[in-house]
Nanobody, 124 residues
């Protein structure tokens, strides 16, 4: 059974940092690329970043480039999203998801397995 479980969400002040974790079971990070997505109230779910299964290469959407870093620990079967310089606009439910493709693609519809999501709130 495939499971993706997010953790690390919290309330943080603007300019602060958080690290989200996505614990994966039932599949291998060597075979599945992992993406991070977010959905703000009243908005569609959007891709944030992804990491390739084949070589660990990464992709970031422009809105988070230079502030967020995605990484993985294959031994722990966990993918991380380090989020720095957080802004109120980053407030959303964050999801991780798995895609069997090895190349980088952040389109939501391509991802097969999804976590339940976790709330990140950036507010003073």
């Amino acid at each position: 059974q495939v499971r993706l479980v997010e953790s690390g969400g919290d309330l943080v002040q603007p300019g602060g940092s958080l690290r989200l974790s996505c614990a994966v079971s039932g599949l291998s990070l060597n075979e599945y690329s992992i993406g991070w997505f977010r959905q703000a109230p009243g908005k569609e779910r959007e891709g944030v970043s992804c990491i390739s299964s084949s070589d660990g290469s990464t992709y970031y959407e422009d809105a988070v480039k230079g502030r967020f870093t995605i990484s993985r620990d294959i031994a722990k079967s966990t993918v991380y999203l380090q989020m720095n310089s957080l802004e109120p606009e980053d407030t959303a439910v964050y999801y991780c998801a798995a895609d069997r493709r090895s190349w980088l693609d952040i389109r939501t519809e391509l991802y097969t397995y999804w976590g339940q999501g976790i709330q990140v709130t950036v507010s003073s």
